[in-house]
């Protein structure tokens, strides 16, 4: 009896869990954001470092810019009341008035702060009458750099760059400007560079008697420089934040993601290597995000491509073992031709060194076609198969071969109006049903009939092989599905089945989502009438 092979070409297995209404799918809590969980993770991590700094930066720049113009109100309305004080108290002489500028340097002395701003008191020509810094006394202090050579060239770093540091003629022009646009009655406030290269907030106002103007009150105040210090040193934690945010996101990705992946890649290596036969890494693999899944596939492929290596080593090992049998038999007979003299003998071992041959071809065709049927499987795309024209375009082709004596093949096709198809391959499909024909021929009497039906059960298509042979034993009928197994009843042609070709008629059909069993027609008395093959495949709508 003929048999067939499993490859060792496991299903692939879905390792995640099923969702089930008592197992509804995970849902993850932040399904507005694009992307993966673990991508919405990094994403979220990096935005967070940048995101602190970033309004830290906003809110420190809105703070500097509100502390300034605060700065210049301050002065703006200092100067107003100064100059208000002066028109009234200082101005004297109609129909021409002039400021009295000793009364003014007195109620300037008065009125002004020189430890918060520097003021300043120009007539109604743009000169200098008081300055706060000379009623103060202000002495600027200031450290000189440490001595150097003569050929030593001056270097360290400046804060403020050279260029940023006007000189003494381009502050006075600055001023000077200044004060001769506030001569023309207008209010003036700029931010300017001092003598030393610092920030100024400076406003002047005229003094204002009617409509002429009798001198200028300029306010100062160089502490901007200390302001943006201070802010800079606020910005610090801010920073220091954001960097400590980023270098934990960064271990925390480290840990996450790249040690897996590199546990992994590992593990990949010992696969590669041969120190392993499948990935294990379960607690990987209990991970509910990218990683865990990874894992689990991984898992799974390297587990299937054991199985693979398994099912090909013992392939490898059965196909030894039959391949030395015939050829056995063969270097006996070989080796007994040359002494034997008699013609009835050696007509004897030709016979046998005939049926090897014979029993070698055979087997090397399924076992080819056996290592050939993965590669077809994947190849060739799924497509509609009319079974009544490929099952009887076979049928024909045995009836078109047949010599005399041979068994006859006959199909009965179904008899309803619409066709019968299936989804799948045909070049496996009628591998299956040549398969079955040519199992159920060696088995039967010389003359006799195999009879090929088809037929539509509850959405299924059936395909029965039958023949008029000595039946399977019962214990045999899954038996004959493996490997390499024959079973030659007496008077059965030696070397006419290789094992192989019942194996790879049940892989093809598991593989098109159906099955193949063998069962024995019985007739009046439970009298054993022969074998039948049935092969049910899903039908499909045309």
């Known amino acids: 009896m003929a048999s067939a092979t499993a490859t ?44 602190i700094l970033i309004v830290g930066a906003l809110v420190l720049n ?43 340097t007195e109620l300037l002395q008065t009125l002004s702060n020189p430890r918060a701003q520097r003021a300043r008191l120009f007539d109604s020509r743009g000169r200098l009458v008081a300055d706060s810094d000379w009623m103060a006394d202000e002495v600027v202090r200031r450290d000189l750099p440490p001595a150097r050579a003569r050929d030593e060239k001056p270097g360290g770093f400046n804060l403020l760059p050279k260029r940023l540091r006007p000189t003494r003629d381009e502050v006075q022009k600055a001023l000077a ?39 200028v009150v300029t306010l100062e105040a160089s502490d901007v420089d200390k302001i943006i210090a201070d802010e800079r040193r606020a910005l610090i934690p801010f920073i220091l934040i954001a960097i400590s945010v980023t270098v934990a996101s960064s271990l925390l990705l480290n840990s996450l993601v790249a040690q897996p992946v590199l546990r992994m890649a590992r ?11 499948a990935i ?79 029993r070698l071809d055979r087997l090397v065709t399924d076992i080819s076609n056996a290592s050939r049927l993965d590669a077809e499987l994947s190849r060739d795309q799924p497509r509609i198969v009319d079974l009544g024209r490929l099952i009887g375009d076979i049928v024909a082709l045995y009836q078109a071969t047949a ?16 066709a019968i198809t299936v989804l799948g391959r045909e070049g496996p499909l009628s591998q299956i049903v040549r398969n079955l024909i040519d199992n159920a021929r060696s088995f039967s009497p010389p003359g006799d009939v195999v009879h090929v039906g088809l037929l539509r059960v509850k959405g299924e298509a059936i395909v029965t092989v039958s023949d008029n042979g000595p039946g399977i034993p019962t214990e045999n009928l899954e038996t004959v599905f493996e490997r390499f197994y024959t079973s030659r009843p007496k008077g059965a042609a030696f070397g006419g089945n290789s094992g192989l070709g019942l194996s790879i008629a049940r892989q093809i059909a598991v593989a098109h989502g159906g099955g193949l069993r063998a069962e024995n027609r019985t007739g009046a008395g439970g009298k054993v009438l022969g074998a039948m093959f049935t092969l049910t495949l899903p039908e499909s709508a045309a």
């Open 8 to 51: 060792g070409n496991p299903e692939p297995t879905d390792v995640r869990e099923p969702v089930t209404p008592e197992r509804p799918a995970r849902r993850s809590r932040f399904r507005g954001l694009p992307g993966s969980r673990l991508g919405r993770l990094i994403l979220a991590l990096n935005l967070l470092g940048l995101a």
């Open 62 to 104: 809105e703070v500097r810019q509100g502390l300034v113009n605060a700065r210049i109100d301050s002065l703006t309305t200092q100067g107003e009341l100064i100059a208000s004080i002066l028109n009234q108290a200082a101005t004297v002489g109609e129909p021409e008035p002039q400021m009295d500028a000793a009364l003014a």
């Open 177 to 215: 400007e200044e004060v001769a646009a506030a001569l023309q009655g207008r209010h003036q406030a700029q931010k300017r560079r001092g003598a030393n290269g610092e920030q100024v907030v400076s406003v002047s106002i005229p003094i204002q008697h009617v409509r002429a103007v009798l001198g």
């Open 267 to 277: 593990a990949a290596d010992r696969v590669r290597q041969a120190r392993a036969r």
């Open 280 to 358: 294990s890494l379960p607690d990987l693999a209990k991970r509910d995000d990218e990683v865990g899944d990874l894992t689990r596939s991984l898992e799974a492929m390297t587990q299937s491509l054991s199985e693979r290596m398994d099912a090909i080593e013992s392939f490898a090992a059965d196909v030894a073992h039959e391949i030395r049998n015939p050829l056995t038999s063969l270097r006996s007979a070989v080796e007994t031709l040359d002494i034997v003299s008699d013609p009835a003998a050696r007509e004897r071992l030709m016979n046998v060194l005939k049926n090897d041959v014979q």
């Open 403 to 418: 010599k005399p004596g041979d068994v006859q093949v006959k199909f009965a096709p179904h008899q309803g109006m619409e």
